[in-house]
């Protein structure tokens, strides 16, 4: 009888050596999971460094939420109003510098001569003359007003870089994937203080 009752002890202590050594081998495996789960996650995509960035080099925010397309749309934004912001000012400094040319009375200063319109009127005549300095005027008033609304332009597509930029970011890691799949599992539900058995659908889309 001491015999029997010194195997089950015996028998008894292996089998909580081995347990105790399994629950270590699961704590040891779920830590290490655990650990590999936090090694991965990734930093959350920043709105703010998006707009950051384009605000520093316009362009740098659309690299950084990876729609590298849209770079060349930005340049040939700016490229585009920044030519015709020289292009007005070109003319508008041409039609000024012949209006003060035309009205400071020094016959040196005749550049008014070089403008193609200058043909049409006849510059002995002070009607003439007169009309020829009204249109002058008009000319660099125009092409002055065109300048300044094409730079508060270049001001506001810089400012849509940058909420361009701000916006994606915020949509970065939306979720917009086609999956519309159904999966179904049974399921038990407490009702009444008595257990229901019923099924469970959940729908991804």
């Known amino acids: 009888m001491d015999y029997i009752k010194s195997v089950n002890r015996i028998i008894v202590f292996v089998v909580l050596v081995f347990l105790?050594?399994?629950?270590?081998?699961?704590?040891?495996?779920?830590?290490?999971l655990q650990f590999k789960v936090s090694e991965e996650v990734k930093e959350p995509h920043s709105p703010k460094k998006a707009a950051m960035y384009s605000a520093i080099i316009p362009g740098w925010g659309?690299?950084?939420?990876?729609?590298?397309?849209?770079?060349?749309?930005?340049?040939?934004?700016?490229?585009?109003?920044?030519?015709?912001?020289?292009?007005?000012?070109?003319?508008?400094?041409?039609?000024?510098?012949?209006?003060?040319?035309?009205?400071?009375?020094?016959p040196a200063t005749n550049s008014f001569n070089d403008l193609e319109a200058a043909q049409y009127y006849d510059l002995t005549n002070p009607t003439a003359v007169s009309n020829f300095k009204d249109g002058l005027y008009k000319h660099q008033n125009y092409?002055?007003?065109?300048?300044d609304l094409?730079?508060?332009?270049?001001?506001?597509?810089y400012g849509l870089?940058?909420?361009?930029?701000?916006?994606?970011?915020?949509?970065?890691d939306f979720d917009i994937s086609e999956d519309l799949t159904m999966n179904w599992q049974p399921t038990v539900q407490p009702?009444?203080?008595?257990?229901?058995?019923?099924?469970?659908?959940?729908?991804?889309?």
């Open 143 to 147: 092409f002055r007003r065109n300048r």
């Open 20 to 32: 105790s050594m399994n629950l270590y081998g699961q704590k040891t495996k779920a830590d290490s």
């Open 62 to 106: 659309q690299a950084y939420n990876k729609k590298i397309w849209k770079i060349p749309l930005v340049y040939a934004g700016f490229g585009t109003i920044g030519y015709f912001i020289g292009w007005n000012n070109k003319y508008y400094n041409i039609y000024k510098n012949a209006y003060v040319d035309i009205t400071d009375g020094d």
């Open 161 to 172: 870089n940058i909420i361009d930029a701000s916006v994606d970011a915020h949509f970065f």
């Open 150 to 157: 094409l730079i508060i332009s270049m001001v506001g597509f």
């Open 191 to 205: 009702y009444r203080k008595e257990l229901v058995y019923g099924v469970n659908f959940t729908f991804n889309f």
